[in-house]
C-alpha cells in the first residue's frame, strides 16, 4: 500500500525529487530560531533585569528602588506610546 493510497512503487524520475541533507535541517534549524529570537531575547532580558534589581537592593534599599521606579517609568512610557500608536475613536471616522 502506498503513501495514502498512491502507488506503491517509487516514481521512475528522481530529478524531481529534492535530496534531504544537511542545508534542509539548517534551514529549518534558522527557520525555528528566528520565530523564537524575540520570545528569549524578552525572557532573557527579564531574567537580568530582576537579577539587576535584587542586585542593587543588596547594595542598599534606596538603589533598589530606585530600579523599581525605573522599571515603573519604563513601563509607564512605554503604554503612554502604545496609546498614541493608535487612535482611539469609533471606527470610521
Not at 543588596?58 to 506610546?81: C, E, M, T
Amino acid at each position: 500500500m502506498g503513501f495514502y493510497y498512491g502507488p506503491s512503487t517509487p516514481p521512475d524520475n528522481k530529478d524531481e525529487q529534492e535530496p534531504g541533507g544537511c542545508m534542509e535541517a539548517l534551514i529549518l534549524t534558522r527557520a525555528a530560531f528566528a520565530a523564537l529570537a524575540v520570545p528569549l531575547l524578552i525572557l532573557f532580558g527579564a531574567v537580568g533585569g530582576l537579577v539587576l534589581v535584587l542586585y542593587l537592593f543588596s547594595i542598599h534599599p534606596l538603589l533598589g528602588l530606585a530600579g523599581l521606579v525605573a522599571l515603573a517609568l519604563g513601563i509607564a512610557l512605554y503604554a503612554r506610546w502604545e496609546r498614541s500608536r493608535f487612535i482611539s475613536g469609533p471606527p470610521g471616522t
